[in-house]
T-cell receptor
Framework: AQTVTQSQPEMSVQEAETVTLSCTYD???????LFWYKQPPSRQMILVIR??????QNATENRFSVNFQKAAKSFSLKISDSQLGDTAMYFC???????????FGDGTTLTVKP | SQTIHQWPATLVQPVGSPLSLECTVE??????LYWYRQAAGRGLQLLFY??????ISSEVPQNLSASRPQDRQFILSSKKLLLSDSGFYLC???????????????FGPGTRLTVL
């Protein structure tokens, strides 16, 4: 079974600054996917970024990028130029390649301050 | 576009009453479908998943059941609700046999269930 750990229950950052959210996971599988989802107060789960485990290159999506360290089983999310709209709960998730079952961390609540 | 609908958006039910939550998917055929539950301030817990009509896999023993009567319809049910069934229920889809570049889960808007 897989586990996903987000060790930072809450974080805050000033608008326009950079923040990094941490995530570690445990698995015996070699091929899998990792995701960061954003959940604003509406509770809609919004995909932020995905990483394929077989790719060494870190994924980037505009202001969002990841630091994927497969050997260390670490998958952190960096948000650059933070905006007020980035305020939300962020979840790290592991998805296996068999049936696509996902395991989620408990989330990090991020507050962007003006 | 590929859209996920969940109905109802909010539900308040007494203990011991039955439950039926519906998830429908548009714009895709033969998707994998999933039911997750989210407790307040916590992450998502996978309850059931389905890779096709009539095919249901349960991830945790519980008071709930799932059915997939049609390709794009996934239903979560209970005969008698418990207080512990309260939570936020999310339906998700994933392309069946997705390629590494597209293998991703997308979520519906969710149903907030309160059992009193």
């Amino acid at each position: 079974a897989q586990t996903v750990t987000q060790s930072q229950p809450e974080m805050s950052v000033q608008e326009a600054e950079t923040v990094t959210l941490s995530c570690t996971y445990d698995t015996s599988e070699n091929n899998y996917y990792l995701f960061w989802y954003k959940q604003p107060p509406s509770r809609q789960m919004i995909l932020v970024i995905r990483q394929e485990a077989y790719k060494q290159q870190n994924a980037t999506e505009n202001r969002f990028s990841v630091n994927f360290q497969k050997a260390a089983k670490s998958f952190s999310l960096k948000i650059s130029d933070s905006q007020l709209g980035d305020t939300a709960m962020y979840f790290c998730a592991f998805m296996n390649t068999n049936a696509g079952k996902s395991t989620f961390g408990d989330g990090t609540t991020l507050t962007v301050k003006p | 576009s590929q859209t996920i609908h969940q109905w109802p958006a909010t539900l308040v039910q007494p203990v011991g009453s039955p439950l039926s939550l519906e998830c429908t998917v548009e714009g895709t055929s033969n998707p994998n479908l999933y039911w997750y539950r989210q407790a307040a301030g916590r992450g998502l817990q996978l309850l059931f998943y389905s890779v096709g009509i009539g095919q249901i896999s349960s991830e945790v023993p519980q008071n709930l059941s799932a059915s997939r009567p049609q390709d794009r319809q996934f239903i979560l049910s209970s005969k008698k609700l418990l207080l512990s069934d309260s939570g936020f229920y999310l339906c998700a889809r994933k392309p069946a046999g997705g390629s590494p570049s597209t293998d991703t889960q997308y979520f519906g808007p969710g149903t907030r269930l309160t059992v009193l």
